[in-house]
């Protein structure tokens, strides 16, 4: 049975092995025998793979214009799983990458249903905790695709062209015409660096989970095909695992109940951890005897992604867990106490970017 990647949906992904051959997506073994990328979601395989990522760097080591570009949808708040794009961004704009990042308000209001204002308010949001995560403002840009100029626009017109409805169909199944429009808008997004008027970034990466896949396949076509009109050269992309809510499915803005938000209160945090899903056994006696599966937990996925950076301490959780030194109880226990500190220190942070009024002078609202 083939997969279907949804960027719209809130399943996760079970199997990245058959992701990987079955749409044609590299894997990241070979870049990392060739470069080095030394952080912990390359080592530890949370980056799994990607296209032209190997042509992409090579071309940034050798001084060409590149740039990494990816987007958000304000139709929620910021979570942990927004802020591994947040943590990508800030890696390679401190190697020196120019970073641009799209408030997906558009999208949001036409394929979400989304009130105007609120969409408005939570995309500088979006760009207030990105600053807070890391990112430097004077190395990056933030925009609203509302607040683009016409040619921006002109080409979601011109890819319209060259696109057919089976193409569509092929790629993301049948859809509305507003998720139609919300396709062509992204492939404007990252395509649009590239041109003189955006700053000539022929050389553009997008990191994004692997749902989001469908709009790099789609927007790589359609620079093939105006390579020669618009002188495009495809995108390269970056593919991370989707961090799972605490009940195991994918962690989304639209499931907050599941979802560890960055401006969550010390004790909510607290309170979805120690009701997350783990890998544990049924009873104590059984995980005594025959260790936790950390593999399936929720828990370890914090650890891994946010909260443990030491390899070695990893390597210990694990080992407690699988051999049974250590229950679930005690095991969430300390995960929330790390966790409250890292949102305190972000929340913190954030307090700051808000007191500073930096939001009004960075971004263009736009006007409702």
Request: overall charge neutral; glycine content about 6%.
């Amino acid at each position: 049975m083939s997969m279907r990647l949804d960027p719209w949906g809130h399943f996760a992904v079970e199997d990245y092995e058959k992701l990987l051959k079955e749409f044609g997506i590299q894997p990241i073994d070979q870049v990392l025998s060739q470069y080095s990328l030394e952080h912990i979601y390359f080592t530890r395989k949370v980056i799994f793979g990607h296209r032209d990522l190997d042509v992409w760097f090579n071309k940034f080591l050798h001084g060409e214009k590149t740039a990494v570009l990816t987007g958000f949808m304000p139709s929620g708040y910021p979570h942990l799983g927004t802020a591994m794009v947040y943590e990508e961004l800030k890696y390679f704009q401190q190697k020196g990458v120019f970073v641009k990042i799209v408030i997906a308000d558009a999208e949001a209001y036409a394929v979400r249903r989304e009130n105007r204002n609120e969409v408005i308010q939570r995309g500088l949001d979006f760009v207030a905790h990105a600053i807070a995560w890391g990112i430097n403002p004077d190395k990056a840009e933030f925009y609203f695709q509302t607040e683009m100029p016409s040619s921006y626009y002109r080409l979601i017109q011109m890819f319209s062209r060259k696109v057919t409805q089976a193409e569509i169909e092929a790629i993301y199944g049948d859809l509305a015409p507003a998720k139609i429009i919300a396709a062509l808008t992204q492939a404007a997004d990252i395509l649009h660096l590239q041109l003189d008027e955006f700053g000539g970034y022929k050389y553009v990466i997008v990191p994004v989970g692997v749902d989001q896949d469908p709009h790099l396949r789609l927007t790589r076509d359609l620079a093939d095909r105006f390579k020669h009109e618009l002188g495009f050269e495809r995108p390269a992309s970056l593919y991370h695992k989707l961090m799972r809510g605490l009940d195991g499915n994918k962690m989304s803005k639209s499931r907050p109940e599941y979802a560890i938000h960055l401006n969550e209160s010390l004790e909510i945090a607290e309170k979805k951890v120690i009701n997350a899903l783990t890998g544990g056994r049924i009873t104590a006696e059984e995980q005594k005897r025959r260790g936790g599966e950390p593999w399936k937990c929720t828990i370890f996925e914090l650890y891994t992604y946010h909260l443990i950076r030491d390899d070695k301490r990893l390597e210990e959780i694990y080992y407690e867990c699988t051999t049974g030194k250590i229950l679930c109880g005690q095991c969430k226990r300390n995960a929330s106490e790390l966790l409250k500190q890292l949102l305190k220190n972000h929340q913190d942070s954030l307090k700051e970017v808000f007191e500073s009024r930096l939001i009004e002078k960075l971004v263009k609202k736009p006007l409702f």
